[in-house]
């Protein structure tokens, strides 16, 4: 028995949700069993009863908005617990074509891949401003280098997400979940592919993205943030280069001049320069091998961590056959 589950993270969609429900399927080649699943992330509105009134199967609720990244993996969460082999990820929005969630969950039914983004056709999304189309190559672009993958749309929320890989995920960041995701699949090295997908018309401005710097800023300090955390030392140690090498190069200098000039010119404030230089140079690299014995412990808890999981998601599965 294969059971898919479709999770929505909601905040505030009663003007949308329903359209996008409705387009949603109840049975998929492949799939013994599909369910919906909404988060309702602190909403004051009518999402809830909308969703109630379309037959949601499941809802998580905050009392209050938590962010889209906990909305995420609460979901994620309450998908495993409630025996989903394939998880499906969408937005409230209807912005991703529901009928492409088969091509989306075909590499994981064939073994090909764990985790599968759906890549938008991002030049013909007439309400993306010619900006925003740059910023996403440019941030994909920049995912891609930083994970190892060769993912094309990295920002897409229209994701499915096998029980091994979804176990695995955590998502430090509380802004979004779309970058932090594919990275740490990447480092962790999940088999992670991209399929193109279609998108519906527009019906809301996006609420990640509020302004375009805002979105940069938050983007550049996720990727950051996951870089540091997956690898400490070759960031260090590339962060650390730059003074140190910069540092080296004022020392030949002083010390060119000095056997040229002797003692005439001491250049004092070039020396002191190239000391402090090499010397952050010197302890961002510490740093970085610190910050690389501290990424064996998470490893490790990581791997204990999964081991709960799956133990927990055992149990609850036996007890789900027991009172069948």
Not at 41 to 65: L, P, Y
Not at 153 to 175: C, E, H, K, T, W
Not at 207 to 232: D, E, G
Request: charged residues 20%; aromatic residues 8%; contains cysteine.
């Amino acid at each position: 028995m294969t059971k898919l589950i479709i999770q929505i993270p909601c905040y505030n969609e009663e003007a949308t949700l329903g359209v996008t429900l409705s387009a949603l399927p109840r049975h998929l080649p492949g799939i013994d069993t599909v369910e919906w699943l909404i988060i309702n992330d602190g909403s004051i509105d009518k999402t809830v009863e909308v969703a109630k009134a379309c037959g949601v199967d499941h809802i998580v609720s905050f009392e209050h908005n938590q962010g889209l990244a906990k909305a995420f993996m609460a979901g994620i969460e309450a998908c495993l617990k409630a025996g989903a082999d394939i998880i499906v990820n969408t937005d409230a929005d209807n912005q991703y074509c529901a009928d492409d969630i088969p091509k989306l969950i075909e590499p994981i039914l064939m073994g090909h891949a764990e985790i599968v983004v759906g890549a938008r056709p991002i030049n013909e999304i007439e309400h993306f401003s010619v900006v925003k189309k740059l910023l996403q190559r440019l941030g994909s672009w920049v995912v891609r280098m930083a994970s190892n993958t060769n993912i094309p749309d990295a920002p897409s929320g229209f994701r499915a997400i096998s029980r091994n890989a979804a176990m695995q995920l955590n998502v430090f960041n509380q802004y979004t979940y779309t970058l932090e995701t594919i990275i740490q699949a990447g480092q962790r090295g999940m088999a992670i592919t991209s399929v193109p997908i279609r998108t519906n018309g527009f019906l809301r401005p996006s609420r990640l993205v509020k302004s375009i710097p805002s979105y940069i800023r938050r983007s550049i300090l996720t990727i950051l943030r996951i870089s540091m955390a997956y690898k400490p030392l070759k960031f260090f140690f590339m962060l650390g280069s730059l003074p140190f090498t910069v540092g080296t190069l004022l020392g030949v200098r002083w010390l060119i001049f000095f056997f040229l000039e002797g003692t005439t010119r001491a250049r004092v404030p070039s020396l002191v320069l190239a000391a402090i230089l090499i010397l952050i140079g010197f302890q961002l690299w510490m740093f970085g091998l610190v910050a690389d014995l501290m990424a064996v412990n998470r490893k490790i808890l990581e791997d204990i961590q999964l081991r709960l999981r799956r133990a927990e998601i055992d149990r609850i599965t036996a007890e789900t056959d027991e009172t069948r």
